[in-house]
């Protein structure tokens, strides 16, 4: 089946993605037939571009990578907000990978709400809307008959969410022990080797393993 996506976010997270979709398209097509396009791409500090027929990939990394910018982008519409490349495009999917505010969840739970009552399904990294938002949002996307998908929130990724949920359905799991922090995680090994926190922190939030406030990511 063939899906538009939406990337809400072009981050150090929604560029990683799209690497992985533009490397792995043949992988997907034909180990799990999936198919898609990208028709949107918004970022509030990298602008945005539209074309309903599809954007490539690769040549928008190489122009992000560039420029910092998607706007230069030769074909499609430009300067749609979020708001407005969520509702108004041919998307099918919303993958929402913007910065995380744990304190109010915004703008992410707005982005995601709408996609939600658009009837579109929601792919989300962030974890503020699920710790500030989850049990409104998951009922929206019941009452709307889409999916909302979290696993990325936590553990960098790592399937630790699904293992519970499905893997692991018929068991009484107690307790979770272990570095379920990725950006913590990076920061313990770094300094494993004799760096210190400070220096391993700001190392962590150059590469966008953790917010420029990382409170939530080392509390």
């Given amino acids: 089946m063939k899906y538009n996506l939406a990337l809400i976010g072009f981050g150090t997270v929604g560029q990683g993605l799209a690497n992985l ?6 992988l997907l097509r034909e180990r799990y037939g999936f198919e898609y396009e990208v028709v949107v791409i918004s970022d509030p500090l990298k602008g945005s571009v539209y074309n309903p027929e599809g954007l490539d990939l690769g040549k928008l990394l190489s122009l992000v990578k560039e420029t910092g910018k ?3 982008y030769p074909e499609g519409k430009k300067g749609w907000d979020s708001l407005k490349s969520i509702r108004e495009s041919n998307a099918d999917i919303v993958i929402e990978v913007t910065y995380t505010d744990i304190q109010t969840g915004e703008p992410a739970i707005s982005y995601i709400r709408a996609a939600l009552k658009a009837k579109k399904h929601v792919v989300t990294t962030n974890k503020g809307p699920i710790a500030l938002a989850y049990r409104e949002l998951s009922e929206l996307a019941r009452e709307n008959g889409v999916c909302l998908r979290f696993e990325g929130t936590v553990l960098s990724g ?8 499905e893997a692991l359905a018929g068991a009484e799991i107690r307790e979770v022990r272990g570095i379920l922090n990725g950006t913590t995680n990076y920061i313990l090994t ?6 210190s926190y400070e220096a391993a922190l700001e190392e962590a939030q ?4 953790a917010e420029a406030k990382p ?3 080392v509390e």
């Fill in 21 to 26: 979709l533009w490397e792995k398209r043949g």
């Fill in 70 to 72: 998607v706007a230069g």
């Fill in 158 to 165: 790592t399937p630790g969410l699904n293992l519970g949920l």
């Fill in 190 to 195: 770094e300094m494993s080797k004799g760096i």
């Fill in 206 to 209: 150059r590469l966008g393993y």
């Fill in 215 to 217: 409170d939530a990511d």
